[in-house]
Each structure stands twice: as structure tokens, then as C-alpha cells.
């Protein structure tokens, strides 16, 4: 694996958003001392690399080829670059992305335009996965070079290829040799093309059957980049699986024990709220209480007023009575003083 920033030609250096990903450290280092046939990067590896892409600005070339990155890795590098607006060139070639890990680069193909340099050779893509990507090369204006070498491309993923390349202006070199294209298909791609102007350097070759020797270099290519580790390595792997599993599982505890952590907090705090409540519809119940005995004090005092009215007019009724007897006594008297004593005589007469 390879990155190439634009500060210098052939230059490894990332940029500061992906020094902060130390795991790409250590896959660059790993993978840079080692030889191309035992390169390991997986769909994890790839993960880490596209997610370190996103912040990244300075990289312009990727060279991923010749790993074990399958569709999830393909998929994730895809998605990055539809929105990573510095990146040239990709080698994503003889690695395991198949079908689907094409039609997720011929997504990436419909957005992004900058890439001008892409190589999928020898990535077991058949005619779905081709089919996808001759649709994208449809609308794709930016890519330049294009290499499909040794994939499992027949005959029926042709006439896609043969209807993109009367569409698209810019693609000025596709490699397909080494996939199972008869020399009908081989004749129908090399007389397409749009006058000079798309895919000047087209090779193609049907795809021959390997001679004996060759097969069993291949068999033992095969072997030594997939079968040969030493017990050692695996034990180590494994450990290491267990450890990260353990730190997952730690971390998943301490998760765990933070939510229960924070729904106990949640619980005194609705309880406190419940006893705020409580508190609440005492004081109201009080304030009620409160009203009603004011309100009977109100009407005992109505009460007090409307029997003192009755009193004083009782007692004003009984002083004008009094009033009309001491008067009937004074006129009695009065009369009495004038009587004459000639009628007191004549009274005795």
C-alpha cells in the first residue's frame, strides 16, 4: 500500500488528519515491509484507511492492489471517495471486491470527479459488476484510464461496455485483456470508440488457458498468499483477536455500568420530582383549607354584623316605647296640675 501526497513526487507521507489514525500507521509500516505476495490487508484495514481518507486533503494517490480487501472494503473506500475531492489515482487490483465491490466503485464512478486513474485488474468481477461500471463510465467525465485485466468479464458484459464507450469523451485508455472475451466480442470492442476522441489505446485478448507450469505457479502463488502461516503468527493473531474481543467486552461493561449508572440518577431525580409533588399539592391542599376557614370567618362576622343590627333595632324599638310612656305619664301629670278646686268642691258635692 502506497499514499502519495501532492507535496512531492513518490513521497509516503500522509497528511495531519491521518496521522491521528495510528492504526494507518501501523498498517503502512506492515505493509510496506513485506513483499507483495504475503500483503494482509483485509476488509478492516480498508475500513480504517477510508475513514482516515475523509479527513485527509493532501493524498492524491492510493495504491491498495494485491491484498485480501473483499466487497465491505470496496464498499467503504467507495463511499469515501464520493465526497474526497484530492484523490487521482486507485489501484485497487487483484483483490477479492467481486461483483459487488464493483458496482460500489461504479457508484463512486457516477460522483466523483477528480479520480483519473483506476485499476480493478484481477478483482474476480464478472459481467454484473462490469455492466455496472460501463453505466457510470456513462457519465463519468473525468477518468482517463481504466484497467479491467484478468477479471471473469464474458461476452455478455460487452455490448454495456460498447454502448458506454459511444457515450463517454474521456476515458483514453481501457485494458481488458486476460477475461473470457471470444474475438466476435474482442472485434465489436475494438471497433467502437467515438473517432479518436474515447479510448484511443483499447487492448484486449481472449483469455487463454495456462500451460501446466504456469498453473502450478499459480497454485503456489495462491499458497504462499493465503495458506502458509506459522503457528506462531496465527497463535499471536489469535491472542490478539482475543485481547481486542476483551477490550471490547471491558468497554462494553463500563457502557453497561455508566447507563446504570445514569438511570439510577434518572430514578432519584423522579423520585425527588414525585416528592416535589407531593409538597406541592400539600401546600395547595393547605391553601384550600386556608380560603374555606377565611371564608367562614367572613360569614361568622356577616353573622355578628346582622345580629347586632337586629339588637340595636330591638333596643331602638324598646327606647321608643319607653319614650311614649314617660310621655303619656307627663301629659297625666300635666292634667292633674290644672285641675281647678272648684271642681275638686263640686266633686265632694
Known sequence: ?????????????????????????????EVTNEPNYVRKLGDAEALAIAEALKVNTRVTELNLDTNRIGEVGARAIAETLKVNTRLTLLTLGWNYIGDAGAQAIAELL????????????????????????????????????????HNEIGDAAVPSIVEALK?????????????????????????TGNKGTTCKNMRVQPKKEPSPATSALNAATAAASIVPQSPVTLA???????????????????????????????????????????????????????????????????????????ERQLRAAKEQELQKLLLGIADREDWIDVKSPADDEEANI
Open 1 to 29: 500500500m502506497t499514499m502519495n501526497a501532492e507535496h512531492g513526487p513518490g513521497t509516503s507521507q500522509c497528511a495531519p488528519g491521518l496521522g491521528r489514525f495510528e492504526r494507518q500507521r501501523e498498517l503502512y509500516d
Open 110 to 149: 457516477k460522483a466523483n470527479m477528480t479520480l483519473t486513474y483506476l485499476d480493478l485488474s484481477g478483482d474476480q468481477i464478472g459481467v454484473a459488476g462490469t455492466q455496472a461500471i460501463a453505466e457510470a463510465l456513462k457519465v463519468n467525465t473525468t477518468l482517463t484510464e481504466l484497467f479491467l485485466w
Open 167 to 191: 457515450v463517454n469523451k474521456t476515458l483514453k485508455k481501457l485494458e481488458l485483456g486476460g477475461n473470457f472475451l471470444s474475438r466476435g466480442a474482442i472485434d465489436a470492442l475494438t471497433q
Open 236 to 310: 499471536t493473531e489469535n491472542q490478539q483477536l482475543r485481547s481486542e474481543l476483551a477490550a471490547k467486552d471491558q468497554e462494553l461493561a463500563t457502557k453497561n455500568h455508566e447507563l446504570a449508572d445514569e438511570r439510577q440518577k434518572l430514578a432519584m431525580k423522579e423520585q425527588e420530582l414525585a416528592v416535589k409533588d407531593q409538597e406541592l399539592a400539600a401546600a395547595k391542599l393547605e391553601h384550600a383549607a386556608a380560603k374555606l376557614e377565611h371564608g367562614a370567618a367572613k360569614l361568622e362576622l356577616a353573622a355578628a354584623k346582622l345580629e347586632l343590627a337586629d
